[in-house]
């Protein structure tokens, strides 16, 4: 787990160019992304990444709760998605809550 930490954390950031150049490369993921994302948090949903989600009360749910927050299909989008936006790792995913989305 240190192992993977370490990786991201020398994973450089891209400078604002390039992070401008991804957004409009990418705008139609990035806003199917925060559409999907505005209907989960109804869903009580907090968090979603590749790997995990996270509640509104920041826990992360059992397996079970899960499969009932978000089914497979739709986890599997928001993967390719996230793929799709340069984001695919255990640092990517998108929050939201209180009316905003933040990806």
């Given at each position: 787990m240190l192992g993977l930490l370490?990786?991201?954390?020398?994973?450089?950031?891209?400078?604002?160019a390039a992070m401008i150049a991804n957004f409009r490369r990418n705008r139609a993921c990035f806003e199917q992304i925060r559409?999907?994302?505005?209907l989960d948090t109804a869903r009580g949903l907090w968090r979603?990444?590749?790997?995990?989600?996270?509640?509104?009360?920041?826990t992360q749910p059992s397996a079970e709760q899960e499969r009932t927050l978000l089914t497979s299909d739709r986890w599997r989008d928001y993967r390719r998605l996230?793929?799709?936006?340069?984001?695919?790792?255990?640092?990517?995913?998108?929050?939201?809550?209180?009316?905003?989305?933040?990806?």
């Open positions: 370490l990786q991201e954390a020398r994973r450089p950031l891209l400078d604002d559409a999907m994302a505005a979603i990444a590749p790997d995990f989600l996270k509640t509104e009360t920041n996230f793929a799709c936006i340069g984001g695919d790792t255990h640092n990517s995913g998108v929050e939201m809550g209180h009316g905003r989305v933040d990806i």
